[in-house]
């Protein structure tokens, strides 16, 4: 939103520095994925630690990681068959959560008295800096309502209003009470006694039968929790992909009735392999706790400063009203994510070498492109002077379709130049195929392709995705059978080209960025497996660029 593709014009320092912030909020978000399932297993498995006082805590480890690996090898099987299941495992977590703390609001009702602010201030006054460094860990009481707003992408603005005020914030709220009850009622240094582990959520359950099915249900929901940032996770590789901020990866639809469900295997691995190591390095959810309030705060004070631009610049706000409410937004943000530096040295590292390696390879794989499709225009030929120049000499034409994939629809593909020059002779039909990104998130059917006929025999075909689609070389020719285009992708021959990356002293990128982006893209999914190209009718014809 806060870089739209149709005004080029507005390519600023200011344009250019949003665009930095929101590649590095997404980059912290990634950072959270990894975080999010690890802390919220490993803190649901620990109850077993409570109701088995005795338990070597290895085990405790070793039942989490082992939830989290069947948790990612099942991914591939994609959410819609267990996800009917997810909306009722998450009312009974709630409805247990709230009925166990109003048990001990019952017990000890003096602590709602804690709702009066002059507490607060009267807490902060006698604390001064070590009161004002609680709030690194009172950021966990606030930590996944970032995923709301990603929900609401999903559902709208009224589901989420209500199940939020009808079902989550009460359910918390009467749970953080009735942890509050219990620690008035046994006593700070009872409570908090360094030789003894104590876990305040479990405590309320007592030393009972009730711990071992609460362990359970407190691991269903933590493993729900962890799938709607594993599959968010997902969902912004699919769009980094189709910005152009990310290599093509293998995106699986796993649903042929929902758009949207998506698998990621290159994703999932290293979403795996980061947890499984979170979990071991880490060995505590608690540990895990500086971690997690950096990777969380960082991503909210990013998501302020951009709504800011969004107000200003698409909604036409005044500079007083957008910034009164961003000011309210970065008053919280910045006082959570200041709480939190004194964690720097205690986990909270962890997020920002994540997100900075995030950021590297998306801000690398974009100026990347960017240098190389410069490269390629300045060896391209105008498409008119080509069509010209075939129109007075006639080649050989042969029977058949050939496609060419290109990425500038104003210029003669480099692999059709290459293809003439050496073969001398072109195809009856010849289709340009470039397929473009839009700013929405999905583009209607009947508006995907717009097809020109530049005579000559030659076709040009535009075919529009928006970032959460993934194109599909099948579904761009059935929209072109529509418009009287007949294509069939088994009968036509795909001309694909295939760059070979020099590095040299030229400037446009430093030397390990080109690295980088060389090795990117050696790895990255080639076009005939992303497109869903019939492999059997490519031809990649390669040819040496130097960056």
Not at 25 to 40: N, Q
Not at 175 to 185: D, E, H, I, P, R
Not at 494 to 512: C, K, V
Request: net charge positive; with cysteine; hydrophobic share 50%.
């Amino acid at each position: 939103l806060v870089a739209p593709k149709d005004k080029p014009g507005r390519k600023t320092w200011g344009r250019t520095t949003l665009i930095l912030l929101a590649l590095f909020g997404a980059a912290l978000l990634a950072a959270d994925g990894m975080i999010t399932p690890a802390i919220s297993v490993l803190g649901a498995v620990e109850g077993l630690g409570v109701a088995i006082p005795d338990l070597n805590p290895m085990i405790i480890t070793a039942t989490a990681v082992l939830i989290l690996a069947v948790l990612f090898l099942v991914q591939k099987h994609g959410t819609a068959g267990i996800g009917a299941v997810f909306g009722p495992v998450m009312l009974l977590w709630f409805a247990v959560i709230a009925v166990l703390g109003v048990v001990w609001i019952v017990r000890h009702p003096s602590i709602l008295a804690a709702v009066n602010p002059v507490y607060a201030v009267q807490f902060f006054g006698h604390n001064r800096l070590h009161g004002f460094l609680m709030l690194g860990a009172v950021v966990l009481c606030i930590t996944g309502t970032e995923a709301l707003y990603a929900d609401m992408g999903h559902f709208g603005r009224k589901p989420i209003r209500l199940a939020w005020y009808a079902v989550a914030f009460p359910a918390l709220l009467l749970n953080y009470f009735g942890q509050g009850a219990f620690v008035l009622s046994r006593g700070p240094i009872d409570v908090f006694d360094p030789a003894r582990p104590f876990n305040p959520f479990y405590a309320l359950a007592g030393q009972t039968w009730f711990l071992y099915p609460l362990v359970v249900i407190a691991t269903a929901a933590a493993i729900i929790a962890s799938q709607a940032l594993i599959s968010g996770a997902f969902s912004l590789a699919q769009q980094a992909v189709q910005m152009g901020y990310s290599p093509r990866l293998t995106i699986v639809h796993t649903s042929s009735e929902t758009r949207g469900q998506i698998y990621v295997p290159e994703i999932n691995k290293g979403l795996a392999v980061a947890c499984i190591a979170l979990v071991l390095g880490f060995q505590r959810s608690t540990n895990l706790a500086g971690a997690y309030g950096i990777s969380v705060m960082g991503t909210m004070t990013i998501t302020s400063l951009l709504l800011f631009a969004v107000m200003r610049r698409n909604w036409g706000w005044s500079l007083k009203r957008a910034g009164a409410l961003t000011a309210l937004f970065l008053v919280i943000d910045l006082t959570f994510f200041t709480a939190n530096f004194n964690k720097l040295w205690h986990g909270g590292w962890f997020p920002l070498v994540v997100a900075a390696g995030v950021f590297s390879i998306m801000s690398t794989w974009k100026t990347g492109r960017a240098l190389l499709a410069e490269r390629l225009r300045q060896a391209t030929l105008g498409l008119d002077k080509f069509l010209n120049a075939v129109e007075r000499e006639p080649p050989h034409r042969v029977p058949g379709t050939a496609v060419f994939m290109t990425s500038h629809p104003e210029g003669t593909p480099v692999v059709l130049m290459h293809h003439f020059k050496h073969n001398k002779v072109l195809h009856e039909r010849i289709v340009l195929l470039c397929v473009t990104t839009t700013d929405e998130p999905e583009v209607p059917a009947a508006e995907r392709v717009l097809i020109r006929d530049k005579g000559q025999g030659f076709y040009q075909v535009l075919a529009r995705y928006g970032f959460m689609e993934t194109p599909n070389v099948d579904e761009i020719f059935r929209a072109c059978s529509k418009k009287n285009l007949k294509l069939h992708a088994r009968e036509a021959s795909f001309y694909l080209g295939r760059e070979t990356l020099i590095i040299t002293p030229r400037p446009g990128l430093a030397r390990w960025r080109k690295s980088l982006f060389a090795f990117l893209s050696r790895n990255a999914r080639t076009a005939t497996a992303y497109f869903d190209i019939p492999p059997n009718r490519v031809v990649e014809l390669g040819t040496q660029i130097e960056l």
